[in-house]
């Protein structure tokens, strides 16, 4: 069963996809600042002891595995091609939304949308909390048989544990 082409390019997914090649790009300069800091500790400190540069080496060649790896993925091609071609996998989504309030100034607002597979898997994505009611409105034509909203009952029945989330 594959769904609509025209839900999936559609703008009101476009946060979702921002947010999965942001954390990617996230991803991949962390591992290229493991790799320069790797390199640096081991020069810096190669006449100085023994251990630090073969630890800089080791950080440096993590990091260089690491980045090795995420080269190779594109995390929202990828969920494209699974909303596309598996659609009826995903069985649930909630949204969560935080926000920070030091001394009731609200500072901040973030949120989180969670889409669960069939399999119980649970599977997060970082976005503004402006945008989530856009992305799971939009989610709801595209996923027509997923239950939407989170209730106690929900995560029993999908997750087969309670967490607390109040």
């Not at 979702?16 to 790009?25: A, I």
């Not at 962390?30 to 790797?38: I, K």
């Not at 909303?83 to 989504?93: A, G, N, Q, T």
């Amino acid at each position: 069963m594959t769904s609509d082409e025209r839900i999936i390019g559609h703008p009101g997914l476009r946060p979702l996809w921002d947010s999965l090649e942001r954390e990617h790009r996230l991803q991949q300069l962390t591992a290229l600042g493991l790799v320069v800091c790797g390199l640096a500790v081991s020069l810096f400190t190669l006449s100085g002891s023994a251990v630090l540069p073969f630890l800089g080496m080791l950080v440096a060649t993590l990091g260089v595995f690491w980045l090795v790896r995420l080269l190779g993925k594109r995390p929202a091609a990828s969920w494209r091609e699974r909303l596309r071609e598996e659609p009826e996998r995903i069985v649930w989504v909630f949204s969560l939304v935080t926000e920070r309030m030091p001394f009731g100034l609200n500072l901040m607002r973030s949120g989180m949308l969670y889409l669960v597979d069939a399999d119980g898997e649970m599977h997060d994505f970082s976005l503004k909390a402006d945008h989530l009611l856009l992305v799971t409105k939009t989610l709801n034509r595209l996923l027509p048989h997923a239950e939407f909203g989170y209730t106690e009952e929900r995560e029993l029945k999908y997750r087969g544990k309670l967490t607390r989330f109040k």
